[in-house]
């Protein structure tokens, strides 16, 4: 299961999903043949800032990105 939260102030989006999936996310160099790896890649090039972090008192883990208008 997977949640996706959306936080905006009229300036900036911030995007967050929170997943049950064990370990943290790394950004990797996807190979053209790689059917998966891309995603934080992406998450770097489009975003201000992005990070993750460990729920306290749950088993979850939160990925956001902040967006900014242009």
Partial sequence: MLWLRLLSDGARLKVEVWDQLPGSPVPRAARDDDESGRGLELVQAL?????????PGRDVKRVWAL???K
């Fill in 47 to 55: 975003s201000v800032d992005w990070g993750w972090d460990e729920l």
């Fill in 67 to 69: 967006l900014a208008s």
